[in-house]
């Protein structure tokens, strides 16, 4: 038996072992992430997903590139070329996850997708973060990853989204409430079943904050030393929190800018590398941090532009990427400051770690931790420097800009010299072909706003 197979036996027995202890699941949704970070898969009666542990789940491979209306891109080669073959489903290895806020308790249990030669299909978001973290390992590291996700509750009332109403004095939310003791303490319930939900789920959520907009929180995860199991708490706990949100009647988004006159929802990601023995190589003693530390900062700051469409993945990403709008808009890296895309953080010198700040809260976890991992390996394979670290406003600095638009974006992602030193071919085809349809198709609507500043003024 190979040790993929022994692998596969092992979840198997684990997920069975699971369900005999759960006799109250009758239905299983057995999914696979898309490359919008959308799940993606089917709802299965008990006994038919006890099958499917075996290996006998399959679903067509072009379901991971869809676009985010959930529609096959033109001329996919996936599709035409092959008559939209099917790949093999095999789960990834992740406990099954507890679904209780739906009218029956279910369960959720992730897989990924291979070729039919049992093969990693390479357009797989996942495996894509997995081949990053193998190479790690073939350098005796292990990438120690945390994750901050923002994200805002609205009315679900409303066409338009609007801050929800206080649970507590049933007044809207009008203004912004930073670090707001009163806010969390007003949501206390919601962000208890979120705390509950994540303890079920395996995700080790830590401390939530009430954040700069109306209705905004941030919940910080735990570092966790297997950055697959970092991207996957983030796939769940996002799915998680809308789930809650509609059972307390409000809603949950992770758009990067809901409202134009508020800050946006970002997904910051911490990461420090440690050897064999667990010792943290960026930790030289002092607050500099190492050489090799410093090489992985100048590989993120040599691969962010072309890697930005893995940060800011839809138009309206663009909109949280502004100059003073708290989110980064320049190639720079610093110590201890927040306007800078890279920050090294402050503190105890044991805990020395790259914060990266670009990405929103509306992209795919598995591309942005594997876009950041494969730059600072990028940078530590090449012994790359970087230049100095920026000090005071990096708004007011005259720096490399990130791309400014959704187009500029798909083009750099398209022609980076070093996207295929970190995706492969068919992933990079895949992302591309799927944003430029989306663009397309944002191109052809009008907004209301234009037609109120044109339409009879030009």
């Not at 939209?84 to 099954?96: A, N, V, Y």
């Not at 120690?144 to 009332?157: G, H, I, K, M, R």
């Not at 320049?330 to 400051?337: D, H, I, P, T």
Request: overall charge negative; aromatic content about 8%.
């Amino acid at each position: 038996m190979t040790v993929q197979n022994e692998t596969q036996a092992v979840a198997a027995t684990n997920i069975r072992s699971w369900l005999l202890e759960h006799p109250e699941i009758e239905s299983v949704f057995v999914c696979v992430c898309d490359l919008n970070g959308t799940m993606r898969g089917k709802r299965l009666p008990i006994e038919k997903a006890r099958a499917s542990l075996d290996g006998g789940l399959r679903m067509p491979l072009s379901i991971l590139s869809m676009d985010v209306w959930g529609e096959d891109i033109e001329n996919n080669e996936l599709v035409f070329e092959t008559g939209d073959s099917d790949g093999i489903c095999e789960h990834t290895g992740r406990p099954l996850v507890l679904i209780n806020w739906t009218s029956q308790p279910s369960a959720l249990a992730m897989f990924w997708m291979h070729t039919d030669d049992g093969k990693p299909f390479l357009g797989d978001p996942r495996h894509a973060l997995a081949n990053i973290v193998d190479r790690y390992k073939a350098l005796g590291l292990t990438p120690v990853v945390a994750t901050e996700l923002e994200f805002y509750l609205c009315d679900p009332s409303e066409e338009r989204p609007q801050p929800p109403c206080s649970p507590v004095t049933g007044k809207r939310l009008d203004s912004d409430g930073a670090l707001s003791l009163d806010e969390l303490q007003h949501f206390d319930s919601f962000l208890n079943d979120v705390y509950q939900a994540c303890h079920e789920q395996g995700i080790p959520a830590d401390a939530a904050i009430s954040e700069n907009g109306a209705g905004q929180f941030e919940i910080n995860m735990m570092h966790v030393n297997d950055p697959l199991q970092a991207a996957d708490d983030a796939v769940l706990f996002k799915r998680l929190v809308r789930g809650i949100a509609r059972k307390h009647g409000l809603a949950a988004t992770f758009m990067a800018k809901p409202y134009g006159e508020r800050s946006g929802s970002g997904f910051h990601v911490h990461f420090s590398l440690v050897d064999e023995n667990g010792v943290n190589l960026f930790d030289n003693g002092g607050e500099e941090g190492t050489p090799l530390m410093l090489n992985a900062v100048a590989g993120l700051l040599e691969t962010m532009q072309e890697n930005t469409l893995t940060f800011a993945p839809h138009e309206n990403s663009y909109r949280r990427l502004l100059p003073g709008a708290h989110a980064p808009t320049s190639v720079a890296w610093g110590y201890e400051n927040r306007t800078a895309a890279i920050r090294i953080p402050g503190g105890n010198h044991k805990a020395r770690r790259i914060e990266h700040r670009v990405a929103g809260a509306d992209a795919n976890p598995y591309l942005v931790v594997g876009s950041i991992l494969g730059g600072a390996l990028v940078g530590i394979e090449e012994k790359m420097e970087p230049a100095k670290p920026i000090e005071g406003d990096a708004y007011s600095l005259k720096l490399d800009n990130l791309p400014l638009d959704w187009a500029t974006a798909i083009q750099a992602f398209n022609r980076g010299k070093h996207v295929q030193n970190i995706f492969s071919k068919r992933l990079q085809t895949m992302l591309v072909e799927c944003k430029t349809q989306e663009l397309k198709r944002f191109a052809r609507h009008v907004t209301d706003f234009e037609f109120h500043s044109y339409l009879e003024t030009v």
